[in-house]
């Protein structure tokens, strides 16, 4: 039971443009959400996050949207670099006051861009 | 200011042996979290605790799988019996000790591979 899906297995955007990574979740008590970026051979390295309490979070070039009636979420670059090629993995959270929580990943997406 | 810590990075066990994964959470953060990624897979829950006490262990396996984070130490998740379907990269996560869901710090992994 996927509860975190990434559709697009793969990605690939020309440098200087915008690159959107989707992500679909089903788990309704899921209020926080965050995206990170992996390298090969490296563990994966936190990029942006957004609670459900948002519809739009930004940090300099990257962009998370949050439409939670459709239960959807984007992260968009830009622009993008040679240096954003990597594998992004969404992955949300049921927020217990209190207490930290287990995250819930996608399968992730491998962007690359290209010259 | 040293990230998560954990070694070795590669393991190679005989089927039958036993693996033993370390982490050593960054400064100032009590949560362990350890998720796996299979081949072609997202990362995977599998335990989460904090010092001395395993607080949801829903995604491990009911056999074979351990895990602690002891007083003083490094947190250890241990494999008996290592079988073929075992072979995986072993990620480590920490977070500060908090009463809200904060960003996840991931080591660089222990890729194990079973023989």
């Known amino acids: 039971d996927q509860q975190v899906k990434q559709n697009s297995p793969s990605l690939s955007v020309q440098e200087g443009r915008i690159s959107i990574l989707n992500c679909d979740y089903t788990n309704s008590m899921f209020d926080y959400f965050l995206w990170y970026k992996k390298y090969p051979a490296e563990g994966p390295t936190f990029l942006i996050s957004i609670s459900s309490i948002k519809d739009k979070n930004e940090d300099g070039r990257f962009t998370v949207f949050l439409n939670k009636s459709a239960k959807h979420l984007s992260l968009h670059i830009v622009p993008s670099q040679p240096g954003d090629s990597a594998v992004y993995f969404c992955?949300?959270?049921?927020?217990?006051?209190?207490?930290?929580?287990?995250?819930?990943f996608g399968t992730g997406t491998r962007l690359q861009v290209t010259l | 200011n040293a990230g998560v810590m954990q070694n070795p990075r590669h393991l190679v066990r005989r089927r039958g042996q036993e693996a033993r994964l370390r982490c050593s959470p960054m400064k100032g953060h009590s949560h362990v979290y350890w998720y796996r990624q299979l081949p072609e897979e997202g990362l995977k829950f599998m335990v989460y605790l904090q010092k001395e006490n395993i607080i949801d262990e829903s995604g491990m396996p009911k056999e074979r799988f351990s895990a602690e984070f002891p007083k003083e130490g490094p947190s250890i998740l241990r494999i008996q019996q290592v079988v073929r379907g075992d072979s995986a990269a072993y990620f480590c996560?920490?977070?500060?000790?908090?009463?809200?869901?904060?960003?996840?710090?991931f080591g660089p992994g222990t890729r194990l591979t079973v023989t």
């Open positions: 996560a920490s977070s500060p000790n908090s009463d809200y869901i904060e960003e996840q710090y």
């Open positions: 992955a949300a959270s049921a927020q217990r006051t209190g207490t930290a929580s287990k995250l819930t």
